[in-house]
């Protein structure tokens, strides 16, 4: 089984490689390859649960730190004590299923429609990159590997935004540059911080262990938070996003909203609560605050907007809101509805990634008030997006409820007038976001019919990507435990070390 784990990232790898061989006559063929590439790697994702003992083993040494279901370590840099150390758990599994998906759709979306700014194979080639950038974050068990795998996807994203992008492009892919690299320096900060105190760092020996001063846990959790908030990205440090996501291709929204968000959220879990359990508890308070703070402001700033994409993009502030109270809990109930939260944000905002970047592509306009009338002109596209939408919203059922009514839930659990009050300010945020997501189907679907430039009817290959997203929404919706029948001993690990 570690063959499997080291070929999930050698897979994609291998696949960026070979279609930089590829010349640009051959440009239509580079990205099917590159999509059979994409496709391929979800071989060994779909058999790394087959490694799992059953035992869910437990080092002795650290009874509190869970042993992966598959685990590679080896000495990578000896003289720096730092080994190439992957594992999977219950609780990364369900994201790397989710980019592998993802990477496989967007990939396959590109053999229908292109970006104007440059070649497909290129795009293609980049989002191989960035899938194992995301896949290494979420299997590092080593704090420097988790470090170099996060700094990886940089450069890629930069690259679909400011080469695919819409006409401020380049603006919004620098604007992304700067915030990213300002949390990724706190983030080494942190991770120098918790080696050098701790003298490994091995995050199966680092969680639940208890060699970390108080201190050094209240300094590099304030660390890690701020740089995970800016990756989620979390209220105040969001402004970032919006921009990128106007001006980002489709594919590049799609991974950006999908799963690259989530290496924010990923990593408040595994690292923040994980590795400084202490750290956590000192600032549950102020996160639970900014949490609600997130969840208002973002429905509030989504009743504004008149931009399809832009609208989208604000509602992700919202829903990692909802992530960041059930992680601010410090209870199993709040940590698994931050993950369960996770993996449907990554289904719902990636399917209305790809409906918005379709509906602008033909309208050749993002405007809400430009847009009426689309269930006369395309009625399923139309039904597709109303899916979406009530699902965002919360809509019992489908994927988007769980987490955000159970990260209610936690906070009530929780008890305390300071958490009484955040889980209902929180309630209050998920009915403004019903209310800013039926505007935006009011004044989209509903309406005169405007003329557009090209037919609305949806191709074999939309229909190709877009299913799984549907399915799953679904799936999900009715049986959460898809997602969260591998996740009760870790999250139980992590909530262990808080007491």
């Given at each position: 089984?570690?063959?499997?784990?080291?070929?999930?990232?050698?897979?994609?790898?291998?696949?960026a490689g070979v279609l930089a061989l590829f010349p640009a006559r051959l440009d239509r063929t580079a990205r099917l390859v590159g999509t059979i590439f994409a496709a391929v790697t979800l071989i060994p994702i779909a058999v790394l649960p087959f490694g799992r003992d059953d035992g869910w083993s437990v080092l002795s040494a650290h009874p509190l730190a869970v042993l992966p279901w598959v685990d590679l370590d080896v000495a990578w840099v000896?003289?720096?004590?730092?080994?190439?150390?992957?594992?999977?758990?219950?609780?990364?599994?369900?994201?790397?299923?989710?980019?592998?998906?993802?990477?496989?759709?967007?990939?396959?979306?590109?053999?229908?429609?292109?970006?104007?700014?440059?070649?497909?194979?290129?795009?293609?080639?980049?989002?191989?990159?960035?899938?194992?950038?995301?896949?290494?974050?979420?299997?590092?068990?080593?704090?420097?590997?988790?470090?170099?795998?996060?700094?990886?996807?940089?450069?890629?994203?930069?690259?679909?935004?400011?080469?695919?992008?819409?006409?401020?492009?380049?603006?919004?892919?620098?604007?992304?540059?700067?915030?990213t690299l300002f949390g990724s320096v706190l983030l080494l900060l942190g991770v120098i911080t918790v080696t050098a105190a701790a003298g490994t760092g091995d995050l199966v020996q680092l969680t639940g262990s208890t060699e970390l001063s108080r201190g050094t846990q209240y300094a590099a959790f304030a660390l890690f938070a701020i740089a995970f908030a800016v990756k989620a990205p979390l209220w105040p440090l969001h402004t970032w996003l919006p921009d990128a996501h106007t001006q980002a291709p489709t594919v590049g929204s799609v991974i950006l909203a999908g799963v690259l968000l989530k290496m924010g959220t990923y990593g408040l879990i595994r690292i923040g609560v994980g590795v400084t359990p202490l750290g956590a508890e000192w600032a549950a308070p102020l996160l639970g605050i900014l949490a609600a703070a997130a969840i208002l402001a973002g429905a509030l700033i989504c009743l504004r907007q008149t931009e399809l994409k832009r609208l989208i993009a604000y509602s992700s502030v919202g829903h990692m809101g909802f992530v960041l109270l059930g992680i601010a809990t410090l209870s199993a109930t709040g940590l698994q509805a931050a993950l369960l939260g996770n993996v449907a944000h990554g289904l719902i905002t990636g399917l209305l990634f790809f409906l918005a970047g379709t509906i602008k592509d033909r309208a050749h306009t993002g405007e809400l008030a430009e847009l009426g009338g689309l269930r006369e002109t395309a009625p399923r596209l139309a039904g597709l997006l109303g899916f979406a939408a009530i699902a965002s919203l919360g809509l019992p059922g489908l994927a988007g409820f769980w987490g955000e009514a159970f990260a209610v839930v936690a906070a009530v659990q929780r008890g305390g007038g300071l958490w009484l009050t955040l889980a209902v300010l929180a309630a209050i945020g998920g009915a403004l976001t019903a209310a800013y997501f039926l505007r935006l189907l009011r004044k989209v679907t509903h309406g005169p019919a405007v003329a557009v430039a090209e037919p609305y009817a949806i191709t074999r290959t939309e229909w190709l990507a877009w299913s799984p997203l549907v399915l799953l929404t679904l799936a999900v919706g009715v049986a959460p435990s898809l997602v969260l029948a591998a996740t009760s001993f870790p999250v139980r690990a992590l909530t262990e070390a808080l007491r």
């Open positions: 089984m570690t063959v499997a784990l080291l070929a999930v990232l050698l897979i994609p790898a291998v696949g000896p003289a720096l004590h730092l080994n190439f150390h992957l594992g999977v758990d219950g609780v990364s599994y369900p994201l790397v299923v989710l980019t592998g998906l993802l990477t496989v759709l967007c990939c396959a979306y590109t053999m229908w429609r292109v970006p104007t700014g440059g070649s497909g194979r290129t795009l293609v080639a980049l989002l191989l990159v960035l899938e194992v950038g995301i896949l290494g974050t979420f299997l590092a068990l080593d704090l420097i590997l988790f470090f170099l795998f996060f700094e990886v996807v940089l450069l890629p994203m930069y690259a679909v935004i400011a080469g695919w992008g819409g006409e401020d492009k380049r603006r919004a892919a620098r604007k992304f540059v700067l915030y």
